[in-house]
DNA sequence: TGCATATATGAACAACTGTTCATATATTCA
DNA sequence: TGAATATATGAACAGTTGTTCATATATGCA
């Protein structure tokens, strides 16, 4: 066994081919709860109903009637999705009446609609 | 039943509050290829050891059994997870004797990333 | 108070996801 | 050629997801 060989766990045993490089890269990885988040926030936006939600929002502020027509999908799976929403901080509402009205919540979330968007757009 | 009011397929009935306004953010909205794709590239980022590999990618380029070794899973969960990414072209390959070296395919990635971890890092 | 409207939510179900295990392919070297 | 190495892949499984349907809550109005 070489310097170069360890085992990880012991799922496997598997051999480094540039150990240097990986210690590199592994001091410049995120922290595990940051990767954690950030993977929950690609989910929740890895959806095309929740994109289109996401990205109308940035447009304007509507209520959950609008974006069902809109959309053409159900009052309750758009209540549904905009939960989801809600719960990681993607979109904020305030209540008119018998009326909610939902916005962004955080001008992050359109801009990576909108980088996301520039790269879909090149890539077609 | 007034001006207003339409129905949306025969899903259910629903009421405009705002039609205008619907109209507007309906003429801004992407066409429904661009948000199945981009809605595609977001579920394939939705995962923290996708999210780990296409981060590290970022910084390096580096074969499979040390992807492996840095992330600390099987080589068949870490080949599994790149083939997912490629197929979605989000890295590239090249292959040098027995070893594959992988890399990011797309500049926008890396950025996406970038602006997603700048996001998290301001919610946590 | 009673009815209509706007939204939220729980249960249930089919469809999908990520990992593991076993095995296949492909390359290098002796 | 045969053994070792690096990667890829198919099957299978538990866990998760998005929608629908039915119903609950809450507000406004007559």
Redesign the pocket.
Known sequence: MTKATETVGD??E??F?DEEKVKSVRAAMKPAPAVTALA?TF??L?????IKIAFALSKEEL????I?NLLG????????????L?QMKLVK?R????????SLDDAHIANLLELGFSHIEETL
Chains 1, 2 share one sequence.
């Open positions: 799922a496997c598997i051999q081919v929950e989910k929740i890895g959806d095309p109903t929740r209520c959950v009637c609008d069902a999908v159900s009052q309750s799976a758009v209540s549904h999705s905009l939960r989801t809600r509402f209540k008119e009446g018998k009326t909610a009205y939902y």
